[in-house]
């Protein structure tokens, strides 16, 4: 499993109520995706592009733990978030929807916004082509990849399922 595209850089102790404003939680997916993350970076929404990937410091995803937000991400088509460190609630409700989440500490020190990244889930290794460095994110525990290899939680159930 593997992503390439555009890095989006974001900083630290982003909470859920920034990637998804609460007037907007209650609307439609197309609309959440619109509006995903406009008020820390108005161009985000409108110039993601599928295979996108997502930087950010440490706490992403904390406060709430409103579960739309990582929805939202995953509408605008992002092929990965990497961050320095995820609130637990959000890295586990990305895995849940097939959302892939790397924490790879130093990353936001070592690329710039709009450089492009590769990066493959599961060796955890990130690669920015633009400046040649390369990052080693922590390792995703296998049921969560597994998880996130399925498509998330339900087709992963699905799957068990049919393995009984």
Known sequence: MKARGR????????????????????VSMEEMRRHVLENLNPRF???????DILVAGKHFGQSSGRAVAPKALKATGIGAIVVEYAARLFYRNCFEIGLPLLECPGITAGVEDGDILSVDIASG????????????????????MRMLEAGG????????????
Do not use: H
Request: aromatic content about 6%; hydrophobic content about 35%; glycine content about 6%.
């Open 7 to 26: 890095c989006w850089k974001f900083g630290d102790n982003i909470p859920t109520d920034q990637i998804v404003r609460s007037d907007r939680a209650l």
């Open 45 to 51: 929404p409108k110039e993601v592009q599928p295979g």
């Open 125 to 144: 290794e990130i690669v920015d082509e633009t400046n040649g460095r390369r990052f080693q994110a922590r390792p995703v525990d296998p049921f969560l």
């Open 153 to 164: 939680i339900i087709p992963l159930a699905a799957e068990l399922a049919e393995e009984d």
